[in-house]
């Protein structure tokens, strides 16, 4: 086998590698659900709405959002999950390190407003590691391990300094209906 035809075997298997892995069986974002042309003569059909499935915006930057909750109206993420301070934190630093991370794991990136926010009150720092963490009225943001779901706050008072934010940025001390304990960093 010749070179050239050894080269174009090679770059021809690159070629369909690179095709599957763009491809997927689940629809994203971006492909549209329905015929671009069936919209346009149905008349009646109303625009799809846009949807959050991801807490990313367009330009990956995450989306901080406020959502109702039991603990009345606080911050979550673009996909609803909780976001948390730590009254340990002083702005644009953060004191939760190493093992603290494991349990808290920050909101990554410069963040942009979602519904309900004040775009005024967000912001971000970098961290020692050089990871930039989203910042709401200068708080350090994070998630708390255990919550599975959007809408959780499991993490609500852990240790007496864990807490969810509301819309103008002060810390919600108010215990969640299940006063159950919990184990937290």
């Known amino acids: 086998m010749g070179r050239r035809t050894a080269a174009g075997i090679v770059g021809g298997v690159l070629a369909v590698g690179l095709l599957a892995a763009c491809g997927g069986d689940e629809p994203t974002d971006t492909q549209p659900t329905e015929s671009p042309v069936a919209e346009e003569t149905t008349g009646d059909a109303a625009p799809p709405e846009e949807t959050t ?3 990313d915006d367009m330009t990956g930057a995450p989306v901080v959002a406020v959502a109702d909750s039991e603990l ?17 934190d002083s702005p644009g630093t953060s004191a939760c390190l190493d093992q603290c991370l494991e ?37 350090p943001l994070y998630y708390f391990a255990q919550d599975t779901e959007p809408g959780d706050v499991t993490g609500q008072g852990v240790n007496d300094v864990w807490y ?8 919600v001390t108010e215990a969640p209906a299940d006063t159950g304990a919990r184990a937290g960093y």
């Open 164 to 171: 969810v934010l509301s819309p103008d940025g002060e810390m």
């Open 72 to 88: 009345g109206q606080i911050l979550v993420d673009g996909e609803g999950m909780t976001l948390y301070l730590f009254t340990q």
């Open 103 to 139: 349990a808290w794991p920050v909101l990554e990136g410069e963040p942009t407003a979602g519904e309900g926010v004040d775009e005024k009150l967000l912001g971000s720092f970098e961290r020692e590691d050089g990871t930039v963490q989203a910042t709401y009225a200068d708080w």
């Open 53 to 55: 499935d991801t807490g």
